[in-house]
């Protein structure tokens, strides 16, 4: 069925080139329960593939999760972001409902890694590795500052809303993490005042979302958390522990420091607060335990049983360790 409807689009996918041949070589990457990620190639009668991704919700109806953007307008911020000077993949084609592939859109298939792992040991991109922080800095700057009037409507996420967000779905699990509440206490007692004009913030800006190749990075992908905030969640984000992938010296995920990151967000412009990315990364930290803890609760429960959920969830210990190296006094941190 992908397929069939990949085929009767390929027109509109290359549009000038004729005669477009076949939709060829179409494969699944990843799914989940709200979206599926498939690439292919459109083949044209010059002899030249066109390799491209289809980014499509799993169902007919297109729904989303709680908090997402929506692939419809995913595809408007990477357009707007392309525009800005932000690398990102090109949009080619927005589904539509004659199309009959539910909510989604294509765009061009950009070769690189994305493992998380390989970008901070492979060996192949050793040259990449000493300059992608400051780059992905860069990459901030030029997305916080994109006019946010331009935009499709989106959320806004300010500090103490978001805090009080990720309590409530703490005490829904009914998990007793006394790390947990010390770091709830942290933030309140730390909470930054809401930024006067919120910005254009990525939401998943790390190590796992982004495509790098030798020369650095390539694309910044997985735009469906994007909302309108604070500038200081991205890099805040970005430095924490769980996308180092076992480089925990590097705080820039696992292959750069923070003085690069931010030494990269200034060259575009940016002004960095150290206080409100350091309460981000505490706050991002914590988020991401309770994800965790989300997983192995569904697990659990029956709702969901996949093994590689309780996996996980079990990380939500890994992430209490963190809030205490990072709650901790200065002087006691090794």
Known sequence: MIANALQRLAGQLVPGVHPVRAVQAVRRLSGGASQQ????DVATGTGQGQPMVLRRAADASGARAQGTAGLAVEAQLIEAAQAGGVPVPGV???LQPADGLGEGFVMDRIEGETLGRRIVRDERLAGARRVLARQCGAAMARIHRLPVHGLPPLRTAAARAELDFQIGLHRV??????VFELAFRWLRAHAPDDVPA????HGDFRNGNLMVGEEGLRAVLDWELAHLGDPMEDLGWMCVRSWRFGHGALPVGGFGTREQLFEGYASEGGQVDAAR?????????????????????????GRERDVEKAAIGRRASEAESDLLALLAPEEEVA
């Open 37 to 40: 990620t498939w690439a292919f």
């Open 173 to 178: 699990h009914g998990t007793a993490r006394p």
């Open 92 to 94: 080619r084609h927005v």
């Open 198 to 201: 919120p910005v254009l913030v």
């Open 277 to 301: 990315v350091r309460w981000w990364q505490v706050l991002g930290t914590l988020k991401w335990g309770i994800v965790c803890e989300a997983m192995v609760h569904a697990w659990l429960s």
